[in-house]
């Protein structure tokens, strides 16, 4: 939830959590100082910077891997400083001896009382751990430091009006499980009426026959009395409780130096409780003052202690022993219990209820009280209407999250089965199922008439796992809450969770948190890990390159794949600048594509022979290199070849002298380039000796190219039918001077023959 000032310290730490580095920025901008001022005052001011960092290191470190606090980071914060401090000190020193203690302990005096410190600061310990973690919260920023709703607000993505709300609650809840701790070592019917009554008593919300009734109680019971002094304690001196129990001796100096510190706190831990003249109370009050020791160790553990599972949706109240206490409303009527032996009158109160719950009631009781019971009673006594109870109850068996039967895997098989039938390799087919179906059951008494709610909250891996309102629930997306149409008897809910691709353990974790009335109760479930998708392997039986008919100018080739079950065949083709595209179209049983250089099978399980064709290459070997890959589900092979180029064929060139009957021209020299085994296209490569001149006549169906400085020329046809007649002039030698080279070259031929000219003395 985000304020118009930003995000609450609780979004920032979800935002860190997930990766969000910026997140911890703001979170360090907003509580720097804090940690600075805790930091003097526990080293000098140089090396006060120094162990803030280092502080919030340990925090983002602890947020990093799922720990660390929820909502209360400063108070978390502040404790890691003190916790860093103390570990650099057991580090960094050996065991010194000493006989002034104060360099290294500046405890206050005069609070070490040992006959009351073990139940004293348990009771205390025990209340304030009992707490939320807002409550917690709430308390140090307004009680211990002092600051204004209005400040804290954006911290708790709250108005300032909410703030003070939960503050006033936060203070209550803290009485009240401070006081239901001393509840469990009662030992009468009397003293349990009284004890459960005395924190409205403290904070005047009872009745005046009640007022009446704790008063004689408390003048004859000297124990309930040290619990009603400790009470008031707890109820106007918060600061001194809870600024030593997280701060430890440092926690003075740190207030000290807050700003807003509320006036007494020092003057009240220098003093000690001294106002109790009784020995019997000055010791019960004394061991409250204890109480900040033990407290300390707690509040200290919960702090550096993270949740690894979500928050339930539905808040709840502190768990607390006894099965009715004071309830938190100030405006609620107290609960019943069996009343003292003796009935005082029926009288009406007469004080008006608070209003305004984030202000304390002021109590409009008289001072002074009779201290006797009348000596008749009433003639004719009421007995009062026993009010509802309404202490928060446990119900571990009112919420179950289970899985419907079947589990919610592919083919039936549970959810988070990772193997399959082998052919399941083969063919690819996942081991994840789509979604991960649970139920959720809510099991009310018999007759129900309280509304029947639920919360659903989940990590970062999850989403909101109900589509609309199923049938008997109605489902807000929005805030995360179900309720239940029938009260009496709540459908089975069915949510469904997108199986999530990854994350820890605490974003793939839901939490379901259920309340009916008093009945209250929450569960977690953490979602598996997607199974390692299985890697595709070799197999080098899946793909064969045959050869087809021999030509000597196009090498055939045909794709055979092995076959198989499995969802889909695909076949694709790479090669050398020397070839190109060797499919024709789309041969049956197959699709083609050339820009993309593939092929896929119409038919997987039997895909049909893919042939094609290379025309004879020129150029290095790379260049006439091609590769074959087929991908079959999980199998995969790869075969490749490298085309021969051009080969050497003898009898593709003849040089040819026509005889006198045939010769064209007997005034020159013919000779006829012959070409066999071809139709399709011929280069000739012509080059003479300094004695010879070709002569620049050439056949139809022949293109030739020459130049008057080099004695060479190239001739081609795109399709030979007949043989090329070069004529010559020739001065009479032998040797390299009158020796004609011809190089005949088709796509996959080669051949090169000479001639002299003239042959002889004479011309034939």
Request: proline share 10%; aromatic share 6%.
């Given at each position: 939830?985000?304020?118009p000032?930003g995000p609450s310290d609780?979004?920032?730490?979800a935002r860190?959590r997930a990766?969000?580095?910026?997140?911890?920025?703001?979170?360090?901008?907003?509580h720097h100082?804090?940690a600075?001022r805790m930091a003097?005052?526990l080293?000098p001011?140089?090396d006060?910077?120094?162990?803030?960092?280092?502080a919030f290191?340990?925090?983002?470190?602890?947020?990093r891997n799922?720990?660390g606090?929820?909502?209360?980071?400063r108070a978390?914060?502040?404790?890691?400083?003190?916790?860093?401090?103390?570990?650099r000190?057991?580090?960094?020193?050996?065991v010194?001896t000493t006989d002034d203690?104060?360099a290294?302990?500046?405890?206050?005096?005069?609070f070490d009382?040992?006959?009351?410190t073990?139940?004293?600061?348990g009771a205390?310990?025990k209340?304030f751990?009992?707490?939320?973690e807002?409550?917690?919260a709430v308390l140090?920023?307004?009680?211990v430091?002092?600051?204004?709703?209005?400040t804290?607000?954006p911290m708790l993505?709250l108005?300032?009006?909410g703030?003070s709300a939960?503050?006033?609650r936060a203070r209550e809840?803290l009485?009240?499980?401070?006081?239901q701790?001393?509840?469990?070592d009662v030992?009468?019917?009397?003293c349990?009426?009284t004890?459960?009554?005395?924190?409205?008593?403290?904070r005047?919300g009872?009745?005046?026959?009640?007022?009446?009734n704790?008063?004689?109680?408390?003048?004859?019971?000297a124990?309930?009395?040290?619990v009603y002094?400790e009470?008031?304690?707890?109820?106007?001196?918060?600061?001194a409780l809870?600024?030593?129990?997280?701060?430890g001796?440092?926690g003075?100096?740190?207030l000290?130096a807050a700003s807003?510190?509320?006036?007494g706190?020092?003057?009240f831990?220098a003093?000690g409780?001294?106002?109790?003249?009784?020995n019997s109370t000055?010791?019960?009050v004394?061991?409250?003052a204890?109480?900040?020791?033990?407290?300390a160790?707690?509040i200290a553990?919960?702090?550096?202690t993270?949740?690894?599972t979500?928050q339930?949706?539905?808040?709840?109240?502190p768990?607390l022993?006894p099965t009715q206490a004071?309830p938190l409303?100030?405006s609620?009527?107290?609960?019943s219990?069996?009343p003292?032996?003796?009935k005082?009158?029926?009288?009406?109160?007469?004080?008006p209820?608070?209003?305004?719950p984030t202000?304390p009631?002021?109590?409009?009781q008289?001072?002074t009280?009779?201290?006797?019971?009348?000596?008749?009673?009433?003639?004719?006594?009421?007995?009062?209407?026993?009010p509802?109870?309404?202490t928060?109850i446990?119900?571990?068996?009112?919420?179950t999250i289970?899985?419907?039967?079947?589990g919610?895997g592919p083919?039936g098989?549970p959810?988070?089965a990772?193997?399959l039938?082998?052919?399941?390799y083969?063919?690819?087919?996942?081991?994840?199922?789509a979604?991960?179906?649970?139920?959720i059951?809510?099991?009310?008494p018999?007759?129900?008439?309280?509304?029947?709610?639920?919360?659903?909250?989940?990590?970062?891996?999850l989403?909101w796992?109900i589509?609309g309102?199923p049938?008997?629930?109605s489902?807000?997306k929005?805030?995360?809450?179900?309720?239940?149409?029938?009260s009496?008897a709540p459908?089975?809910l069915?949510?469904s969770?997108?199986?999530?691709k990854?994350?820890?353990?605490?974003?793939r974790?839901f939490?379901?948190?259920?309340?009916s009335g008093?009945l209250y109760?929450d569960d977690?479930?953490?979602?598996?890990a997607?199974?390692?998708?299985p890697?595709?392997?070799?197999?080098?039986s899946?793909?064969?390159l045959?050869?087809?008919?021999?030509?000597?100018e196009e090498y055939f080739r045909?794709?055979?794949i092995a076959?198989g079950?499995?969802p889909?065949?695909?076949?694709?083709?790479q090669?050398?600048?020397?070839?190109s595209?060797p499919?024709?179209g789309n041969?049956?049983?197959?699709?083609c594509?050339p820009?993309?250089?593939?092929?896929t099978?119409?038919n997987?399980s039997?895909?049909?022979p893919?042939?094609?064709?290379?025309?004879?290459?020129?150029?290095?070997?790379?260049?006439?290199?091609y590769?074959?890959?087929a991908?079959?589900?999980?199998l995969f092979d790869?075969?490749?070849?490298?085309?021969?180029?051009?080969?050497?064929?003898e009898?593709?060139?003849?040089i040819v002298?026509p005889?006198?009957?045939?010769?064209p021209?007997?005034?020159v020299y013919n000779?006829?380039l012959?070409i066999?085994?071809?139709t399709g296209?011929v280069?000739?490569e012509i080059?003479w000796?300094?004695n010879?001149?070709?002569l620049p006549?050439?056949d139809?169906?022949?293109?030739?190219?020459?130049?008057t400085d080099?004695?060479r020329a190239?001739?081609?046809?795109?399709?030979y039918k007949k043989p090329?007649?070069t004529?010559?002039?020739?001065w009479?030698?032998s040797?390299?001077?009158?020796?004609v080279?011809?190089?005949a070259?088709?796509?996959a031929?080669?051949?090169t023959?000479?001639?002299?000219?003239p042959p002889?003395?004479?011309?034939?």
């Amino acid at each position: 939830m985000e304020t118009p000032e930003g995000p609450s310290d609780a979004e920032l730490i979800a935002r860190v959590r997930a990766g969000d580095l910026e997140a911890y920025g703001e979170l360090f901008a907003r509580h720097h100082l804090a940690a600075e001022r805790m930091a003097r005052q526990l080293v000098p001011a140089n090396d006060a910077d120094d162990l803030a960092s280092d502080a919030f290191a340990k925090v983002l470190d602890a947020l990093r891997n799922g720990g660390g606090p929820d909502i209360s980071f400063r108070a978390y914060l502040l404790t890691t400083v003190r916790r860093v401090h103390v570990d650099r000190i057991r580090s960094g020193r050996k065991v010194q001896t000493t006989d002034d203690i104060a360099a290294y302990e500046r405890e206050p005096q005069g609070f070490d009382d040992p006959s009351v410190t073990g139940f004293e600061s348990g009771a205390a310990a025990k209340a304030f751990a009992s707490l939320p973690e807002r409550w917690q919260a709430v308390l140090w920023h307004t009680e211990v430091e002092g600051e204004k709703p209005a400040t804290i607000a954006p911290m708790l993505g709250l108005t300032a009006n909410g703030v003070s709300a939960l503050a006033y609650r936060a203070r209550e809840g803290l009485r009240q499980a401070y006081l239901q701790q001393h509840l469990a070592d009662v030992a009468g019917d009397r003293c349990r009426w009284t004890t459960e009554r005395l924190g409205a008593y403290v904070r005047g919300g009872l009745t005046k026959r009640e007022n009446k009734n704790v008063r004689e109680h408390l003048d004859d019971c000297a124990k309930c009395t040290a619990v009603y002094l400790e009470l008031v304690e707890v109820n106007s001196a918060l600061p001194a409780l809870l600024a030593p129990a997280l701060l430890g001796t440092a926690g003075l100096g740190y207030l000290a130096a807050a700003s807003g510190v509320k006036v007494g706190i020092a003057g009240f831990l220098a003093t000690g409780w001294q106002k109790v003249t009784e020995n019997s109370t000055r010791a019960a009050v004394g061991g409250g003052a204890v109480v900040v020791v033990a407290v300390a160790a707690v509040i200290a553990a919960m702090a550096l202690t993270g949740n690894d599972t979500p928050q339930a949706v539905i808040s709840k109240p502190p768990s607390l022993q006894p099965t009715q206490a004071p309830p938190l409303n100030p405006s609620a009527k107290p609960p019943s219990a069996k009343p003292p032996t003796v009935k005082p009158p029926v009288v009406a109160p007469t004080q008006p209820q608070p209003t305004d719950p984030t202000q304390p009631v002021e109590s409009t009781q008289p001072t002074t009280a009779p201290t006797t019971a009348p000596t008749t009673a009433p003639t004719t006594p009421v007995v009062p209407t026993p009010p509802e109870p309404t202490t928060p109850i446990l119900d571990e068996g009112l919420l179950t999250i289970s899985m419907p039967p079947g589990g919610g895997g592919p083919g039936g098989l549970p959810y988070g089965a990772s193997t399959l039938p082998d052919a399941s390799y083969e063919s690819g087919a996942s081991t994840e199922s789509a979604n991960s179906p649970w139920l959720i059951t809510i099991k009310v008494p018999a007759g129900n008439t309280k509304p029947v709610v639920i919360g659903i909250k989940y990590g970062s891996a999850l989403q909101w796992p109900i589509a609309g309102s199923p049938a008997g629930w109605s489902c807000v997306k929005a805030t995360g809450i179900c309720t239940a149409t029938n009260s009496a008897a709540p459908a089975t809910l069915p949510i469904s969770f997108a199986d999530p691709k990854g994350g820890t353990a605490v974003q793939r974790t839901f939490t379901v948190s259920a309340k009916s009335g008093r009945l209250y109760d929450d569960d977690s479930e953490t979602l598996d890990a997607p199974p390692p998708a299985p890697k595709p392997h070799l197999d080098e039986s899946l793909l064969k390159l045959v050869a087809g008919k021999s030509d000597p100018e196009e090498y055939f080739r045909t794709i055979v794949i092995a076959p198989g079950k499995r969802p889909s065949v695909t076949v694709k083709i790479q090669y050398g600048s020397a070839l190109s595209w060797p499919i024709a179209g789309n041969p049956a049983g197959w699709k083609c594509t050339p820009s993309a250089r593939t092929c896929t099978a119409t038919n997987p399980s039997r895909p049909a022979p893919l042939p094609g064709s290379f025309a004879v290459p020129e150029g290095s070997s790379a260049a006439r290199t091609y590769s074959v890959s087929a991908t079959a589900g999980l199998l995969f092979d790869t075969d490749s070849e490298t085309l021969p180029g051009p080969q050497l064929d003898e009898s593709l060139l003849t040089i040819v002298t026509p005889d006198p009957q045939h010769d064209p021209n007997p005034l020159v020299y013919n000779r006829f380039l012959t070409i066999s085994g071809t139709t399709g296209r011929v280069t000739l490569e012509i080059s003479w000796g300094r004695n010879l001149a070709l002569l620049p006549r050439f056949d139809r169906g022949w293109i030739c190219s020459r130049t008057t400085d080099v004695r060479r020329a190239t001739c081609t046809t795109a399709n030979y039918k007949k043989p090329l007649n070069t004529e010559w002039a020739a001065w009479p030698g032998s040797g390299a001077a009158n020796t004609v080279t011809v190089t005949a070259t088709t796509p996959a031929r080669h051949d090169t023959d000479t001639v002299v000219i003239p042959p002889g003395k004479t011309k034939r």
